[in-house]
């Protein structure tokens, strides 16, 4: 791989920020014929004729950022860019767009990356998921009248992300095979649950289980 001129490499940043593609027209920084074609030779970006979503537009040459690409900027992160280039507070607030939804979807904050990611890592506790569903119904038990009817697919979404849906499924047939609760469905008329129900639904003894049932 060839040392990229900044320029270049501010360039690969914009495709990212830019969900990966751009009209080459439209692009910037614009780069040279002799630049652009090394990226190209790289197999960092493609070239490729395709006609804008407007009425009577002529096909135009649009630019896409490679998996190449992608692993390039992965392992060049703190590579230099062209600092005097105006594009460059462009780039960064559509990078910042782009790390803010990352952060709401992960219920991170920035300081779990600038603060926490200055130190010595560290592997996080590895969950308990028959616990942690426990604990979460034990939470809903607090105060409720029995029996406690709780549908599986508003369940599921109350428990954390770091939990997957099958580790909680192997959670909750366990806790029904201890007598802690009991799986349940019911009605046997499939009309009376809708699509969310039948994905969060737990198949026990052939017949899908829609409902926790927690009786003291």
């Known amino acids: 791989m ?10 690969l940043w914009r495709l990212a920020s830019n969900n990966s593609v751009g009209w080459l027209k439209d692009l910037k920084p614009a780069l040279t014929p002799s630049d652009r074609k090394i990226l190209l030779s ?19 040459k649009q630019i896409s950022l490679t ?9 060049n992160v703190s590579a230099p860019v062209n600092a005097r280039s ?4 462009e780039i960064f607030g559509e990078f910042l767009v782009h790390l803010a939804k990352f952060l ?6 920035l300081s779990d990356i600038f603060i926490a990611g200055s130190g010595p890592t560290t592997s996080p506790d590895p969950i308990d998921p028959t616990l942690t569903v426990k604990e979460r119904l034990d939470s809903l038990r607090q105060g409720a009248a029995f029996p406690l009817l709780i549908f599986l697919k508003d369940f599921r ?10 580790q909680a499924t192997k959670a909750l047939l ?8 009991k799986l349940k469905s019911l009605s046997d008329d499939p009309s009376a649950y809708n699509q969310d129900d039948e994905k969060a639904a ?15």
């Not at 709401?104 to 904050?109: K, N």
């Open 2 to 11: 060839v040392t990229l001129k900044p320029l270049s490499h501010l360039y």
């Open 42 to 60: 790289q197999g960092l970006i493609e070239e490729n004729l395709a006609k804008p979503d407007r009425p009577k537009a002529r096909p135009a």
């Open 67 to 75: 998996e190449k690409g992608w692993d390039y900027l992965a392992t």
């Open 86 to 89: 105006y594009c460059g507070s």
């Open 104 to 109: 709401h979807d992960r219920s991170l904050t």
């Open 157 to 166: 979404a109350s428990l954390p992300p770091s939990l997957s849906a099958d």
């Open 174 to 181: 366990e806790l029904n095979a201890q007598g802690y609760l």
């Open 202 to 216: 737990i198949m026990l003894a052939g017949t899908p289980r829609h409902v926790i049932v927690i009786f003291s």
